[in-house]
């Protein structure tokens, strides 16, 4: 129905309605057809897609009328890629040696020790980090006159305000013990 309208402004959800004889004259030649699957890892491409979504594999034309230094270029950049990810797929963090008492900064056992929920515990490391803020604004900043002493003040007020606010939202989630009611 949308098309029987003439001259009718062109609004993104409806195509563009023009006449086919001048829409035949005016719109140039298709681009070269494009593949339509990864070579990878078979999936289908996004719609005007140069790469992969999933892999990453440039996409190839049908047609091969690239520049053969590109392409070369390309193999060689995705058999590197390849490398790096077979390197990357077969390390294992269990074959690394780690001192015993590391095992103590694991943030499960943290959280055993401390008698924390997840969510307290995640609002008490943003507070300290946030303590850790203030801190940090009084030894990297110096203030040489009034204003920029007050600026300094300010920055401090607001990494305090910021971690008195974390910690009460890791009291707030805290989940209440047995014994607390006793």
């Not at 062109?10 to 070579?39: G, H, K, S, Y």
């Not at 590109?70 to 390390?91: P, Y």
Request: aromatic share 10%; glycine share 6%; charged share 20%.
């Amino acid at each position: 129905m949308a098309e029987v309208v003439q001259d009718a402004p062109q609004e993104f959800w409806r195509p563009l309605t023009v006449n086919q004889q001048v829409a035949e004259e005016t719109i140039p030649a298709a681009a070269p057809a494009m593949a339509d699957a990864c070579p990878r890892c078979g999936i289908e491409f996004m719609i005007g897609a140069r790469f992969c979504h999933a892999c990453g594999v440039r996409r190839l034309a049908q047609k091969l009328s690239v520049n053969t230094e590109v392409n070369a270029l390309a193999e060689f950049w995705e058999t590197k890629v390849d490398w790096v990810r077979s390197v990357a797929a077969g390390f294992s963090w269990n074959r690394v040696p780690f001192p015993q008492w590391m095992r103590y900064l694991h943030f499960h056992e943290i959280k055993r020790r401390v008698g924390l929920s997840t969510a307290a515990l995640v609002a008490f490391i943003i507070g300290l980090g946030c303590v850790a803020g203030a801190i940090g604004v009084s030894l990297f900043y110096r203030a040489s006159n009034l204003a920029e002493f007050q600026a300094i003040q300010m920055w401090r007020i607001e990494w305090l305000l910021a971690a008195t606010a974390s910690f009460v939202a890791g009291i707030l989630l805290k989940k209440p013990s047995d014994t607390d009611g006793e």
